[in-house]
């Protein structure tokens, strides 16, 4: 969700233009397809992870090499987060910080919150989340006295299909909520899991639309799909008076909390799914070695802002709507075939 | 024979070569003997070269007359009890007794110990090993002509300290009594505010020199029995040699070794841990320590001062507020200026900026050089002000004032304000009720500063997460340490950043273990006259 705020307004406004909001809102509707798959795989197996029922519905071979292309995926989510947030903290916070320092001090910070396990993670994103939304609605109703309405117009100028196009790149943000799909063992009350994830996605998407309808309407269409981090400068916009001025640089720092549960969160999957593909008792050894794969790999990966929206833009709607739909989609088709079932764990 | 047992009967185990393994094991025990002067010399021996170990030997008044001494230690007896409910007794009144009752050798020691001495705490051993350390505990024991087993009397009378105002928690409105050393003394502070036969309070005792009594205090069926058990399994894994103050006890029951934060909570208030105990949290009393420990702990309940409880709602609350914000300068603030002023200015106003250019120019050091070195300056005056006596305090004042104030911006050398941030800094620190916690805050506060000055605002940022992490993974006796927030439970939000009024504090903090949730009847709030009622 930090991730969508930061970039996905800029990719999604070149596109769908006046519209993008509702493009944002229409990609939120794959991923409540992808919501119900891994809740029923975790109805299936309600004791497993993916990597682990993986191999249950499809033996042990293909099992194991699936499971390892979802560490790939998790990884490079992980990198590609890593990369975008010191990527955006170097061009707009501190141009001068070499990015493998900003990136070495993410990775570090998510390998200790991996080692103190799960629960947390989560505790520390429950802790956090109020002071997040929090921010936002300041944000919101900060910049309410600039806002536009007529930048919103004319509505569907081009037909719906921009809006549809437009919606692609950021059909991953929320396709994110495949996690679960690995954390829902671990969830203490899994039957609410179907109507608590499908309201938190519901969030998401309002927060989403209206920041982007926030976006549109102070900046217009043309600038919005032009300014790298579109919210940014929406941030950037605040002013009370002379003496409150850019508060920008608070919300920022709420937003570094954000990103950094969501990178210990991906970073605790990697973890975790290497452990148990490789069938590790514990995913306490992986994660300094996996510190070492990020690191290098989140600095060295992109060379510049450019190509990374480049293929934020071409290559990872595909490649997530493979792992985040095709994937699981594929899983239950298998299992509800080959009738595998709450086979208990090992 | 003798050099053996006055190992045992003071737990030594000689040597340091052997101590290791035989301090372990339980001590045996030795009976006493039915001869009156063997009993005599061993104890003698025993309590050879103890000037405050008094012997005091006497005849009974009797048929035959009998042959009794009485040993105690001076200063832990109160000897007008000693005189007249034990010698007095049992020197004259057998003249007294009825007729059928006949004093001899067999029946002496049941007949004094039933008739004779009038003493509400007495009991009996017939152990050496018990008997010597019943004297050290400041009982009198009587051992009598011809019996093996020896009489305790309790006539302890230990000079202690009055109960005072809690000099670490004063408050404006709430009582004003305070802990003491004394472990009775305290429990009966306790006692006196909650009167109830499931106020348990059991004892153990720790320190193989020292024998400290513990006393485990919580009110069952409200506090966590998981809990009850823990705190009662990790106290008797205590092995140590000495206790002497409740801080040591703190840091063999915490559950993480090193963490800054207190996973154990202290109190020099009364109310306050009756009230802990009321939460259904365990308090630890201490002998000799006027401090008891609280368990489990959580980082709101270090926020939250007695006094609280003792005014408006409202107001409380706002204090509360207040509160949060000072703990949020007293951590962040230094770290914050270094951060804005060295990295981020163009996210400071442009009439604040130039203000500060101005004052910075010229100056020698840069921004995190100059607030470390102004910190450290405060923390040196701050210790030195806590070492010293008071009346040279004030001297210490005055000089710190004047060198840090003063003089220090007068000669150039730091700018006015990293002084002003410094000393809110300061003020605001002073405001977390909690000493422990305050010194956590106290550290960070640098680590934060020295994060600031390398990497700016998100230095800071992920000096502050990690700092959650580790909060949110710290765990007090099983309790997460954020807990009411995290993990969230909606229902005890009503007493952490808010304090709500007392009709509406209807249950029992999550803590308690589900345990009689319930605290009271709900609609007893304050409520408009019935319209009938109404006075014409």
Known sequence: MVSALLLVPGLTAEKAKQSAWIAIGLASLPSFLCLWIVWKLGKRFPKNTLPEYTEIILGKVLGKVVGGAYILFFLL?????????????????????????????????GAYAVLKGIEVIAR????????????????????????????????????????????IPSIFVYGEIIVLAILLPMVNKPEEIKRKGAFA???????????????????????????????????????????????????????????????????????????????????????????????PAATFLFRNTAEFRQFLELYWPYLGSIFELVLPLILLFVAVIRKKQRRVSR | MFKRLLKSALGFSGKKGSGKTTSRQPIEKRPLSADYDNNLQTLRQVFNQCFDILFREFFINADMPLRAFIVYVTGLTNHEMVNDHLLKSIMQETANLPSSVH????????????????????????????????????????????????????????????????????????????????????????????????LKAETFETGLLTKTKLAVCYIKGIANDKVVQEVKQRIGRINIDSVLSSNQIEELIMDEAFSLFPLVQYTERPDKAAASLLEGRVVILVDNSPMPLIVPVTFISLLQAAEDYYNNAVFATSVRLLRFIALNIALLLPALTVAAFSFHQELLPTALISTVAGARQGLPLPIVLEILMIEFAFELLREAGVRLPKTIGQAISTVGGLVIGQAAVNAGLVSPISVIVVATTAIASFTIPNYAAGTALRILRFVLIILAGFFGGVGIISGLMVILFHLCSLRSFGIPYLSPIAPLSPG???????????????????????????RQDPDQGPQKPDKGGQTP
């Open chain 1, 77 to 109: 989510v992980n990198i590609l987060s890593i990369c975008e947030f010191s990527e955006f903290l170097t061009v707009c916070f501190m141009p001068q910080t070499p990015a493998i320092a900003l990136n070495a001090i993410l990775v570090l910070i």
């Open chain 1, 201 to 295: 996605l519901l969030t998401v998407a309002i927060f989403l639309s209206a920041g982007m309808m926030f976006t549109l309407m102070i900046f217009g269409s043309n600038l919005s799909g032009d300014l790298l981090f579109p919210f940014w400068y929406l941030s950037k916009y605040i002013e009370f008076g002379s003496y409150l001025q850019r508060v920008e640089g608070l919300i920022l720092l709420l937003w570094m909390i954000g990103m950094i549960i969501k990178i210990a969160i991906f970073y605790y999957l990697t973890c975790f799914s290497t452990a148990k593909t490789l069938g590790l008792k514990s995913y306490k050894p992986v994660i300094y070695p996996m510190a070492l794969i990020y690191l």
């Open chain 2, 103 to 198: 004093l001899s050798k067999a029946n002496v020691q049941q007949v004094i110990q039933e008739r004779l001495i009038n003493l509400d705490e007495t009991s009996t051993t017939t152990d050496l090993i018990e008997l010597v350390q019943k004297v050290l505990e400041g009982n009198t024991v009587l051992i009598l002509d011809g019996s093996s087993t020896a009489i305790i009397a309790g006539v302890r009378g230990v000079e202690g300290r009055a109960i005072d105002e809690p000099d670490s928690e004063p408050g404006v409105r709430g009582p004003k009594d305070g802990f003491v050393e004394a472990l009775n003394t305290n429990m009966s502070l306790i006692r006196r505010r909650i009167k109830t036969s499931r």
């Open chain 1, 124 to 167: 520390a994103a429950q802790f956090v989340f109020p002071l997040f939304m929090i921010s936002l609605l300041i944000l919101f109703v900060s910049v309410l006295p600039a806002v536009k309405l007529g930048k919103l117009l004319p509505f569907l100028e081009g037909g719906i299909k921009p809006v549809i196009w437009g919606s």
């Open chain 2, 492 to 518: 005890d939000l009503k007493d952490t950043m808010v304090r709500a009024p007392w009709w509406a504090m209807l249950t029992r903090p999550w803590m308690s273990g589900g345990n009689e949730p319930v």
